[in-house]
Every structure is written in C-alpha cells, then in structure tokens.
C-alpha cells in the first residue's frame, strides 16, 4: 500500500521559507518521479514543481521558478520542496503525489496534504 505524508507547512510571512517534506512508503522510491500540486479555495489543483528518478531533471510552474527548488533524497524515500520568498499567493494546500507531468490526472497516488499560508 502506497502511503505519502507530507510535513513542513506551517504559517509565514511574506518573503519567508518553508521546507516541505513527503514520506514515501509501499513503493520503489528510487524507480518513481515525484511531483509537487497545491490548490487554494475555491481553485483548482494547479502543478508546481516536479522531479525524475533521476534527481536531476526537474519542471517546475512558473509563477515558482526561481523561488522553489524541488529535490529528493532516495536514501531516505524523502522528496523535498524549499520554498524561499514566499508570497501570499502561494497560499494554498500542498500535496505531493507519484507521476510526472504537469497535469494532475497523470499522477497516480497521492498525500493528505499539508497547509501553507503566506501572510503580509
């Protein structure tokens, strides 16, 4: 059974940082991209980063290129999410979930979420 359990969400103000973490278990972690989503009320599930098995090649939105780096650490079946200069738009639930791509439909499994909220 697949299970992800992502942590680090919390509340920040504006211009601040965050790390987001996903637990991964019941899976080849090495064999499998990750990716990063977030959706805030009343909006869609929007793509944010997302990272190959291989560790280096990554994708990531535009509206965090540049804030946000995605990394990974398969030692630890562990995907990361570094959000640095945090705006209030990019408050919103984060999830972490199993595929690649920047639509949601091509992920297969998915987290329970974490909350970041961005305050001015």
């Known amino acids: 059974q697949v299970q992800l359990v992502e942590s680090g969400g919390g509340s920040v103000q504006v211009g601040g940082s965050l790390r987001l973490s996903c637990a991964a278990s019941?899976?080849?972690?090495?064999?499998?991209?990750m990716g990063w989503f977030r959706q805030a009320p009343g909006a869609e599930r929007e793509f944010v980063a997302a990272?190959?098995?291989?560790?280096?090649?990554?994708y990531y939105a535009g509206p965090v290129k540049g804030r946000f780096t995605i990394s990974r650490d398969n030692a630890k079946n562990t995907l990361y999410l570094q959000m640095n200069s945090l705006k209030p738009e990019d408050t919103a639930v984060y999830y972490c979930?199993?595929?690649?791509?920047?639509?949601?439909?091509?992920?297969?499994?998915w987290g329970q979420g974490t909350q970041v909220t961005v305050s001015s």
């Open positions: 990272i190959k098995s291989d560790d280096v090649t990554r």
């Open positions: 979930a199993v595929g690649l791509g920047y639509d949601a439909h091509r992920y297969k499994y």
């Open positions: 019941g899976l080849t972690f090495t064999s499998n991209p």
